[in-house]
């Protein structure tokens, strides 16, 4: 009597009501073919859409105005930087200005209370704690409009209404709750056996987040750092509402996206599209350089999460 031995995957496959065959794995490979062309098609389209926009309007950036009217997509005949400086004359260097100095404190000040916020509702238990959790991230259930009436007048009553502090802790208490819930899932995954051994060690609390648990979460502070900047740096509803001179002698404090609602209006009648092309573009590019450059820590953060 012979005796044939079989493999684990072909037990199981007879067990499971069949032998697999050579048809079964070419059904596979050709679903997998037709998934490919289905999601690459789609993400070639995708990137069209965003593409094209931005190459309008760098191109437009060196066109006259006929040349805009007239091909939308067509090369400009004279490449120079005229519509650049003149834009740059017209105050979009002072939006820029105002808005990096914004940031400047918003964004550290988001990253450090909502990493230590996450942490301690992440690593350390206590009564109360899944409710502090759920209060945080309920925050970023609400639109910022529904809150705008009550909001105007709580920064008026503190007297921060036009100034750079008020608009930052505004910018700091909107992007808490994102912080909060994408560093908390992060904070959950790092090993619970290196903390034990810096409080072996004799490390305080402080240290432990700062020197050991802070610098594990890099890539997770990389990630949600650069949604928070691209969110702030894109926000046009707070500063409308927050940024406007109270009185005659009041300066205007106008940040980047309320500069170039300003530059069109200055235009009137007098059209002049490459101008506020350029500042378009200029108002584009720190951004994009800055998504371009974290690109792969984007995704490590975004992806170790869910790999650890």
């Known amino acids: 009597m012979t005796t044939v031995i ?124 899944r409710f502090l959790y759920y209060f945080f991230v309920s925050g970023a259930m609400f639109p910022v409009f529904l809150a705008l009436v009550p909001l105007f007048f709580m ?4 007297d921060m209404l036009n100034t750079y502090h008020g608009l930052i802790l505004v910018y700091v208490a909107y992007s808490m709750p994102f912080t909060v819930f994408f560093m908390h899932a992060f904070f959950r995954t790092l090993p619970t056996a290196v903390h034990e051994a810096a409080v072996i060690d004799g490390a305080s609390d402080t240290r432990i987040f700062f020197q050991v648990m802070l610098p594990m979460a890099k890539p997770g502070l990389i990630s949600v750092g650069i949604f928070n900047t691209l969110g702030q740096w894109n926000q046009y509803i707070l500063p409308s509402v927050l940024m406007q001179p109270q009185t005659g002698s009041d300066p205007e404090r106008y940040l980047l996206t309320q500069g170039l609602i300003q530059l069109q209006q200055q235009q009137g009648y007098a059209t002049d599209l490459p101008v506020l092309f350029a500042g378009v573009t200029i108002a584009m590019i720190p951004m994009l350089v800055v998504y371009l450059s974290f690109q792969r820590q984007i995704q490590a953060g975004l992806t170790s999460a869910t790999l650890k």
């Not at 979009?92 to 990253?111: E, H, K, Q």
């Not at 920064?155 to 503190?158: S, T």
């Open 6 to 129: 079989k493999a684990p995957g072909e037990a199981a496959a007879e067990r499971a009501g069949g032998r697999r065959g050579p048809g079964d794995a070419e059904d596979r490979r050709s679903e997998g073919t037709v998934l490919n062309v289905f999601s690459h098609g789609f993400l070639a389209v995708w990137a069209l859409l965003i593409v094209l926009p931005l190459v309008w309007l760098a191109l437009g950036s060196f066109k006259t105005d006929a040349q805009i009217g007239g091909s939308a997509l067509s090369w400009p005949s004279n490449w120079n930087l005229d519509a650049f400086g003149r834009a740059w004359d017209k105050g979009i260097g002072d939006y820029f200005a105002n808005t990096v100095a914004v940031m400047a404190f918003s964004v550290p000040l988001t990253m450090l209370l909502g990493s230590m916020a996450a942490y301690v509702l992440a690593r350390y238990p206590f009564p109360g704690n």
């Open 155 to 158: 920064v008026k009553r503190f």
